[in-house]
């Protein structure tokens, strides 16, 4: 169909090894991602939720004029109505950033009990499973347009 033809053009395969490589850099900023004071967890993707972010991912950096090269990630976990900021990521540090995405990611809301001593003082590490939901936050930086938000 017509619609599938015109995602194979504008496919790009560099795209495909790029995205991979991002969500290996996005993994590796998550398992160090400090969540209190003193306290580390390593937080886990689902094999899900990495195939939805990095598809969106690259549907949102299509329409881009370096597509994919040209995102700065901030990488954001949210539990309860608290919003940690656990990363910036340029994709491409040799190429100017033409968007900005920010990824809002969520802790498995089951585990906010056994989560809520990692927020006092003192040294612990455990490891902490995202939710499948998550939300991406796409400002265009060379352009006046608003604010693209798509929830998943």
């Known amino acids: 169909s017509l619609p599938d033809l015109d995602l194979e053009l504008l496919h790009d395969p560099e795209d495909e090894l ?3 490589n991002l969500m290996d850099v ?3 900023t998550l398992g160090r991602a400090p969540l209190g004071s003193k306290r580390c967890s390593r937080l886990l993707m689902p094999a899900q939720l990495l195939a939805q972010v990095r598809a969106e991912l690259q549907r949102l950096a ?3 004029p370096c597509g994919l090269r040209g995102a700065l990630l901030d990488l954001c976990v949210e ?3 608290a919003c940690h900021d656990v990363g910036h990521i340029a994709v491409d540090p040799a190429v100017v950033p033409t968007f900005q995405l920010t990824l ?3 802790l498995d809301s089951r585990l906010w009990p056994k ?4 927020f006092s003082s003192g040294p ?3 490891p902490l499973k995202l939710s499948t939901g998550f939300r991406v936050i796409k400002k ?4 006046s347009e608003q604010l693209l938000i798509e929830e998943c």
Do not use: D, P, T
């Open 26 to 28: 996005v993994q590796a």
């Open 18 to 20: 790029l995205c991979s």
């Open 140 to 143: 265009k930086l060379y352009s």
């Open 62 to 64: 299509r329409s881009e």
């Open 115 to 118: 989560i809520q001593g990692l």
């Open 124 to 126: 612990a590490f455990a």
């Open 104 to 106: 809002v990611l969520r």
């Open 79 to 81: 539990h309860g109505k």
